[in-house]
């Protein structure tokens, strides 16, 4: 599926987000509402907004399912792609998802890279809060001979968090961009992190029902369970257009993390007067690996006003995980309002799993664009999947998939300002892994079959403001906890809704990107006709709305007034779908100011999130909740040398 750029008498069908300053280091720049093109998700810089994220798209992960993209091309993520290196992650999903001719189901994740620019450039970051939080962040430009540019980055986190607890890391990155001529362009890059993280608790309440309500600012150890680790992305992305009318694409990556040590920090059997007992569970080494790319052909053919294109692609990806052995420290009787003080235990630990994952996925595309009338996208793919999985002493647990999978989209220009379009994807899909309060904890999921039915209209109503609205129907496998609190397959759950999205420059001075999701999810299947799965799936919601407002005021050249409402409907929290976690809507609210200072680009940003200070819970798997954090002040200066 492809951009209807090329509609003469009417509207672009999707809009790319606009982020040509971050391109070229200008960070003080940098802003979600003015840069997002629908209410779907948009991240620039340190902002992110919309009604969907990387992990939750129309009631599912996109990145779980491993649809993620580096510039459209494809990169099996184990460790996501730092700022440093993205300058913008955009949510593909619907109308928004016309750009891509392989779409997923799931949806796709979608990170524009920041390229090396061609002119000198500095970007100073630093960050407080009212907690301690502190943060510095450098980007910088340097153009080396005509064609070649570098690009680097650095920055060191220090975080206090609703919890009591700590962390800190670092992160540096290197990009370079060859353009030797018009024809060419080729983008290494490569980036690191590394730090600790102390390890916040869970808590797991004794049968149904909600914890009583959880203190803020207490450590509830112990001191020792703290998270080392280190991860790592490097990779190339290439660019040749031999002629006219061909191009050749081309992305291969590295994605991993090494943690020499990690923890689950669990409170069970929370009782409403906040008794409950301690366990930590202790993780040896565990490495996640994994070697990724795609190549892409396309061909382009000018048929009087028509256009096609054909795609033709190879993917391909090798993942490897090691992960299990943990050892189990029960700390015993414990109250949630009083810290945990333990001396550190002996660990041992014993053998570890190992999984392995190797899958080619070949496909070609087709598309026709006639402006005025409208495009018609075809899709085919063909792919051979093996995983192996089990202890080293055993013989593996093998899964192997060759499904063909398709989609096919239409899209009709109705009027010049009004589009309509209809499609369908299946796709297989990754499940993620099981979670850390699972008996099979850190284990990596089978692929599953998926599928997906949209439906939508796009409406330029006036000027830059643009009305999305769209039906779905998605289908896949239902992972959650079994009755041995086992991550398995339970069944099949469906997820149907209504998307709207409405964004855009109402005036000048005032932007605006609202969105609204309904849904109705349900699971089906033999756990549910015998009573052991509740009928609506763990985290499953019925409503979501997201408006965010940017406001420019003439008082004062510069300044800037916005203003965030988040509002979820009750939340579906245990596999048997009895017990909800409250509605809540949060208010966000900031300013900014984009001045000189001493002849530099300066922005000063300024924030209170929660700013009603919220009580409630947010949701960690089934049956399992942390808190959610109080109203914070925090801002940041950047500085644009």
Known sequence: MVLLAGLLAGPALAQAVDNSTAATGARAAENAVRGASDAFGTSIGRETIGLYNAGNVRGFSPTAAGNVRIDGLYFDQVWGLNPRLRRATTIRVGLSALGSPFPAPTGIVDYAFRKPGDDAALSVLGALNQWGNAALELDANLPVAKGLSMAAGAAQFDDRFYNA????????????????????????????????????????????????????????????????????????????RPGPGWEVRAGLFRSLFDDARGFANLITDVAADGRGNQLVIADPPVKFASTSGELRLTRTIIDGPRTHRIHASLRARAGDRRFDGSDFIDLGATSIFAPTRAPPPRLEFSEQQKDRVRQIIAGIAWEARWPGVGELSLGVQTTDYAKRIGLPSLAPVVTDASPLLYNATLAVELTPRLIAYAGTVTGLEESGIAPGNAANRNEALPAIRTRQHDAGLRWAISGDVRLVAGLFDVRKPYFNLDAGNHFDALGEVINRGIELSVSGAVTSRFSMVAGSVLLWPRVTGAGVALGRVGDQPVGAISRRIELNLDWRPPLL??????????????????????????????????????????GQSALLRLQVENLTDLQGFELQGAGAYDLIPGRRVGGYLTIDF
Not at 228 to 237: H, I, K, P, Q
Not at 558 to 577: C, F, K, M, N, Q
């Open 165 to 240: 607890t700590r962390a800190s890391f670092w992160q540096v990155s290197l990009a370079a961009r060859y353009a030797p001529s018009d024809a060419v362009e080729i983008l290494p890059f490569l980036a690191r992190s590394e730090g600790f993280d102390q390890t916040g608790p869970i808590f797991l309440p004794a049968g149904e029902g909600l914890p009583p309500r959880l203190p803020r600012r207490l450590f509830k150890g112990p001191e020792w369970a703290r998270y080392r680790g280190v991860a790592f992305n490097a990779g190339v992305l290439g660019t040749w």
């Open 557 to 598: 050249d510069g300044l800037g007034v916005d203003l965030a409402i988040s509002h979820r409907s009750p939340e579906v929290a245990t596999v048997s779908a009895q017990t909800r976690i409250p509605a809540r809507t949060l208010v966000d609210l900031g300013a900014r100011y984009s001045f000189r200072l001493a």
